[in-house]
């Protein structure tokens, strides 16, 4: 059973960074990409980006493409999700996610589809 764990959620003006974290167990990883999506009150999940674990190419969600980066360090099955130019509008419970390889588009719906989900971490941008 996959287990997520994410860490590195907060309070953040506008304007400035956080690093989300995601440490992933109890699989075999190359099996999966890992991605994150997001949920803020009222509003339905979102994707937000996706990596490839083996090759590591990436997705990126139109409204953070060139403010996120998502990365993978294989050797710790941890995922990143850094953060940077964050706005009042990215605020939202961030998920950290696995979904099979050979199904990872799905990640990049909206709503998301996933295999295993974490329980989420707060992000909050004041204004």
């Known amino acids: 059973q996959v287990q997520l764990a994410e860490s590195g959620g907060g309070l953040v003006q506008a304007g400035g960074s956080l690093r989300l974290s995601c440490a992933a167990s109890g699989g075999t990883f190359s099996r999966y990409a890992m991605g994150w999506f997001r949920q803020a009150p009222g509003k339905e999940r979102e994707f937000v980006a996706v990596?490839?674990?083996?090759?590591?190419?990436?997705s990126y969600e139109d409204s953070v493409k060139g403010r996120f980066t998502i990365s993978r360090d294989k050797a710790k099955n941890t995922v990143y999700l850094q953060m940077n130019s964050l706005k009042p509008e990215d605020t939202a419970v961030y998920y950290c996610?696995?979904?099979?390889?050979?199904?990872?588009?799905?990640?990049?719906?909206?709503?998301?589809?996933?295999?295993?989900r974490g329980q989420g971490t707060q992000v909050t941008v004041s204004s």
């Open positions: 990596i490839r674990w083996n090759g590591g190419s990436t």
């Open positions: 996610a696995a979904v099979y390889d050979s199904r990872w588009s799905k990640l990049t719906l909206n709503p998301p589809g996933y295999d295993y």
